[in-house]
């Protein structure tokens, strides 16, 4: 007769988490070179998101006003970050950048996502439609491919998740927010606003506690 399996039953193990960290720490170590960490991260960020149990439901929350990001993991040395993203319904980022390369990939939901890029005169235009990345989905951002977008909760009915992976501790790292082109003002560095975004909560998944799986 097995003794507490119902409560381990219940318990979903970190571990894709943990392996992701170790397999990208792996990774880093190795190169710095943008597309090399992409081409590396992208099939093991896929892996991560194939099952979405590992995600434990303090870090999938959404709040009734803000889309909310959690700190699943931060390399020690900052030379990547992993975060969950929370959108409610009705829920969509400002116009941003990243400033460095990132990963998105859908662990739950869908989102709607529109890219952005400088007209001739520095003002912010829209590139290309808006565009659905379903459950799945892998997206790549960096300044060389594309850095600046929103990103919308395209589900009407329930929150949508994603995890991200980025190449800086992204939450203490200084990015920017735009404004689209206004007639008060014909600078566009005054539509352009630096921001930290910091995260939404003081705790991180325990990856450690082995003694669960
Ligand atoms: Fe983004």
């Known amino acids: 007769m097995a003794f507490g399996l119902t409560s381990l039953h219940n318990q979903h193990s970190i571990e894709p988490l943990r392996d992701f960290v170790r397999l990208a720490t792996r990774c880093v170590e190795k190169t710095n070179d943008e597309a090399q960490l992409i081409a590396q991260l992208k099939p093991l960020l896929k892996g991560l998101i194939d099952d979405d149990r590992w995600l434990p439901p303090a870090f999938a929350q959404p709040h009734p006003q803000y889309y909310q990001q959690y700190l699943l993991h931060c390399d020690p040395l900052e030379r990547f970050s992993v975060v ?3 959108w409610g319904i009705g829920q969509q980022t400002p116009i941003h950048d990243h400033g460095i390369w ?7 939901g869908a989102e709607l996502c529109q890219s952005y890029a400088p007209d001739a005169g ?3 235009q829209t590139v290309g439609k808006a565009y659905r990345l379903e459950r ?3 997206e790549a951002v ?3 491919l594309g850095d600046v977008h929103t990103v919308a909760n395209a589900m009407t009915d329930q ?15 200084k990015r920017h927010v735009y404004r689209l082109a206004d007639p008060s003002t014909s600078d566009p560095e005054a539509l352009r606003k630096d921001f930290i975004s910091g995260y939404s909560a003081s705790t991180i998944p325990n990856l450690w506690d082995r003694s669960r799986s």
């Open 136 to 138: 799945g989905d892998i």
């Open 142 to 144: 960096s300044p060389s």
């Open 122 to 124: 520095g003002f912010m």
């Open 84 to 86: 969950s993203f929370v």
């Open 102 to 108: 990132g990963l998105v990939g859908i662990l739950r």
């Open 159 to 173: 929150p949508s998740i994603s995890i991200h992976v980025y190449g800086a501790n992204i939450g203490a790292f």
